[in-house]
Every structure is written in structure tokens, then in C-alpha cells.
DNA sequence: GTCTATATGATGATAGAC
DNA sequence: GTCTATCATCATATAGAC
């Protein structure tokens, strides 16, 4: 799948420029938005000599998803079964806010993947993805059924935290609309501290 | 905007098949991955005539906007500043999730839409969209400070009902990679009950 | 109002000189 | 390894007959 090590230095520099300039394109228009021309533009090079580096667009776009699997399901690997259960949990979605914080490019890419059915990362989702969430699932129902956090479902609570966490990157745009140019993400920290801090406890106001 | 209203029965009829068939097409492959080919075929027409009834792609796209719109804002209307604090912002969080699971195409669209920086779409969020959200998290601000629900910012209470529902519709792929066929939506309707309900206590555990 | 045929432009990919 | 030139394809939109 990946292709051969570069060599020279040059070669090094050129495919870390094309994989950025992608990045940055892929994520703003999605697959088929996104043309050869202006990631070539981007990355200083002409659309041949990008093509030489990368022998389609599908392979372009399948080495970035590549190459951001591992950073983007980092935060999820950190939590550790051993540790205390609600500052794992808390931890993770603090670390994930931060990802999307980072990395906006990147969770608007896995964003536009996805929403449109995933046609390249499918294999990645129902693999390498489900394994980790099923895992880490495990640790939290337990964590759960020993009483030492109050009882969740440990899917619908790995789901909130990428769908909230994700949302300040990926709906980016509406988020600025409504709050203009105030940075949401000091106010986003405490309110998901809040919010999840709540929901962990062990038992909860019902009126 | 809108075009001078159809006239016969087959032009309303065949207006309804295109916004349906777009609606379809671009809600799958976004605004750049949708043709006018697919379109027509889905609405069983041929492409010049999908183009007498809309004059162009873009105009067809911002005909469904427009037709979305409504739809889209009604559950956050009908939250009631006269009602039960408690009980209108739970209402709020299960029209929306009922949204998502009824409507995921319309939902997936407005993602394609914002994620690629909402370039059609943008007046509408920062025109009627402000509007509406700012009355609306005044109206969370005044019960919150009137003591009727917990310290909560309105404004990400918002983003956060946004962001959880709409992920069962936008990222359907991802979640069911992860549970395979089991229906996510009762699951998702107890979990958000719960999650929303701790987090608008009077307080909350801190350990 | 609806169709066939076609103009026009964009885009992914290749050929071949240097 | 990198470029200019070009091909083949596809997509939006229009012309014009019926």
C-alpha cells in the first residue's frame, strides 16, 4: 500500500509538501472536490511531478488516511484500564478536544470520509477502529459494573465524546456564526468537563 | 429566489422528484460529487429537462436549503420559554434525535454543506440561525440563572445537542461499523436522556 | 415541456523532451 | 526527477427539433 522509501533528501521535502498541501485541500472540499491542480499549486509543484510522487489521487488520499490513523486514535489508546476510571474518561475527552483544537484539517478530512460513506476507510473503521472500541468499551463497562462510575453505556459515551469533540472542528464555520470571533474552546473545555463529570457520577438528580 | 410557482400537476409532480432525487444524490456525494446525470436519472427525467424545472445545479442546491430550512430550525422553535425548563430542553434533545433518525439524508446534506465552509449556506447561519439560537440560549440563560436548571452555558448546551444527534445520522458509517446492526437509536435516546439530565442538575458530584 | 445532439470547460492521467 | 504539451473523459449547460 505504501509506496517505496523516498531516497533523497529533496524527495523527503516533496512528499511532506504534497501530503500537506492534500491535507489541507481534501479537508476544505472533500474527494471529489479536491482537484490535482490546486494540491500541486499548494505544494510548489507541477500536477506531472505530483503524480510522479503519487501515482493517483486515490493513492494520495489513501496514504494521508494512512498516515493519520495513528495520531487520531492516540487519545482513545491512552486510556488506561488501570488508572482512575472518571479521570481516563474526563482525560480522553480532554485530549480529544485538544486533537480537534490541532488538528482541525485532519478531523474535517475523517469528517468528509465518513459522511459520504467512507468508500475508502471502511476497511479501517470495521477493523483497526472497531477492535480499539470494542476494547476500550470493555474496560469501561467494567469500570462501570464494579460501581466505581455510575452506569453508562460505554458505546453511546465513546460516541459523545467524538461527536462533541469533533464538532468544534468539523461545523467549525456555524460555531464562529453564532459566537463570532470568541474563541469557543476555553468555554467548550469546562462545559464537556461539566457535562461528562455529571453523567459519570454515580447516581443523578431526575427533577 | 424561488421560481415562479409550477402550474400544472406534472410539474408539481416532477419538481418533487428532482428536490427528492437531489436531496438523495447530494446528500451522498456532496455538492462537488453529486451529477446532474444521477439527479435526473433518480427523478426519471432527462438532464435538459432536469434543467427547465431548475436553472442550474446551484440554484437546485439552494431550492432544497431553502425547502430544509424550516424543517431544520422547527424542534428549536418549539422550545418554550413559558414551559418546564427541564422538560423543554430534554424535548429539544428528543425532536432532534428523532430528526436525525427520520430524516438522515437532510441531515447529511447540511454536514456536506458546513463542513465545506458553507458556501452557499452561510448567510442563513449567521442571519436566521443567530437570530433564533441567541433568543433561544437567553432563554436557557434566564432559567439558569433564575436557579430552574444548573449553571450551564446556553450557547454550548446548544452546540452539544447539535453535535449528539446529529452524529447518528452524519457519521451512520462509523457507528454502524461499530455496532454492527443493532439499532443505535433507542440505546441513544436512553443515553442522552441521561447524560442531559445529569448535566442540568442543581449540582453535580465532583468525585 | 421534453427530447437528442452538442458546445464548452474542467480534470485525472500520460507522453516524451530535458 | 521535473517540466510542457496533450489526451481522454466526464460534467454543466445550451441549441434547436418536435
Redesign the pocket.
Known amino acids: 500500500m505504501t509506496k517505496s522509501p523516498?531516497?533523497?533528501r529533496?524527495?523527503v521535502r516533496?512528499r511532506a509538501a504534497i501530503l500537506e498541501a492534500a491535507l489541507e485541500v481534501f479537508a476544505a472540499r472533500g474527494f471529489?472536490?479536491?482537484?490535482?491542480?490546486?494540491?500541486a499549486q499548494a505544494a510548489?509543484?507541477?500536477?506531472?511531478?505530483?503524480?510522479?510522487?503519487f501515482?493517483?489521487?486515490?493513492?494520495?488520499h489513501l496514504a494521508i488516511l494512512e498516515d493519520l490513523l495513528e495520531l487520531w486514535l492516540a487519545p482513545l489508546r491512552e486510556m488506561d484500564a488501570d488508572g482512575e476510571p472518571r479521570e481516563q474518561i474526563l482525560g480522553y475527552v480532554r485530549r480529544k478536544l485538544e486533537m480537534s483544537r490541532d488538528h482541525p484539517r485532519e478531523s474535517r478530512l475523517f469528517a468528509n470520509e465518513i459522511l459520504q460513506g467512507a468508500p475508502r476507510a471502511r476497511p479501517v473503521l470495521e477493523g483497526e477502529l472497531k477492535v480499539l472500541v470494542d476494547e476500550k468499551a470493555a474496560v469501561i463497562a467494567a469500570w462501570s459494573e464494579s460501581g466505581r462510575i455510575g452506569p453508562v453505556d460505554p458505546y453511546h459515551l465513546i460516541f459523545s465524546i467524538w461527536a462533541l469533540t469533533q464538532h468544534y472542528a468539523d461545523f467549525e464555520v456555524q460555531v464562529r456564526a453564532i459566537m463570532g470571533k470568541t474563541d469557543p474552546y476555553p468555554g467548550a473545555e469546562a462545559w464537556l468537563d461539566h457535562l461528562f463529570g455529571a453523567a459519570l457520577g454515580i447516581s443523578h438528580k431526575t427533577t
Chains 1, 2 share one sequence.
Open positions: 523516498p531516497r533523497t529533496i524527495q516533496n471529489r472536490g479536491a482537484t490535482l491542480d490546486r494540491i510548489g509543484l507541477s500536477k506531472p511531478n505530483l503524480l510522479y510522487y501515482r493517483s489521487k486515490e493513492a494520495l
